[in-house]
């Protein structure tokens, strides 16, 4: 239980082209999910706040004008990197909380990643 | 904001060394969590700690958590190769708030 599935695995793109990621919760609902960018050899950085039928909260420094986020349905969130530039690269990871679950027992649950690579 | 440093960066064991990662925070924790990701991989949630002071074991895996709830530890016992992977604490607030993590190799 509790799985969420991240599309797609991996994507190259040109440099100022757009390219969109899925994050779904496939036997939960979510109302709220997570964005985070991981650098090589790095942390997990928040970028933004998901909130189904509302705005994203942008973390300080993220732009919300290239990283586009909706989140239309329950189930769904999707983040857009916008005229993306080499410098975008990077491995972006979505995360969600079954709320139904105890959080004490079952933590957050992370979708497997889209490595980003923008030439 | 909350901050949450976590040492070492890196470890390098023989496999059956022990091992021991730290993670402090510069404001007191309603609770910490801890992850555990493989290289190319994903976070996994392993524990969340909650009560001042909660030790809890994973088969060689034993967390603490401090008195004060400000500082937090992971300890394996007996290193295996399977252990390999880069280990996070996380504060929760209304999201996670990640340490440096500490990468673990072993060696056989």
């Known amino acids: 239980g509790a799985v969420v599935s991240q599309h797609p695995s991996w994507v190259i793109c040109k440099s100022g082209t757009s390219v969109k990621i899925e994050c779904r919760s496939l036997?939960?609902?979510?109302?709220?999910m997570f964005w985070y960018r991981q650098f090589p050899k790095q942390s997990l950085m928040l970028m933004a706040t998901s909130n189904e039928g509302s705005k994203a909260t942008y973390e300080q420094g993220v732009e919300k004008d290239k990283f586009l986020i909706n989140h239309a349905s329950l189930t769904l969130s999707t983040l857009t990197v916008t005229s993306a530039h080499p410098e975008d690269s990077s491995f972006y990871i979505c995360s969600a909380r079954d709320p139904d679950r105890d959080p004490v027992n079952y933590g957050y649950t992370f979708g497997s990643g889209t490595r980003l690579t923008v030439v | 904001g909350q901050q949450v440093m976590q040492i070492p960066q890196y470890q390098h064991v023989q496999e059956g060394e022990d091992f021991t990662t730290y993670c402090n925070s510069s404001?007191?924790?309603?609770?910490i969590q801890w992850y555990k990701q493989r290289p190319g991989g994903h976070p996994v949630f392993l524990i969340q700690?909650?009560?001042?002071?909660e030790v809890k074991k994973q088969k060689r895996l034993t967390f603490q958590f401090g008195e004060a709830k400000k500082n937090s530890s992971l300890h394996i016992t007996a290193t295996q190769t399977t252990d390999v992977g880069t280990y996070f604490c996380a504060g929760r607030g209304y999201a996670l708030n990640f340490g440096k993590g500490t990468s673990l190799l072993v060696t056989p």
């Open positions: 404001t007191t924790l309603s609770n």
């Open positions: 036997d939960f609902q979510a109302t709220t």
């Open positions: 700690l909650v009560k001042s002071g």
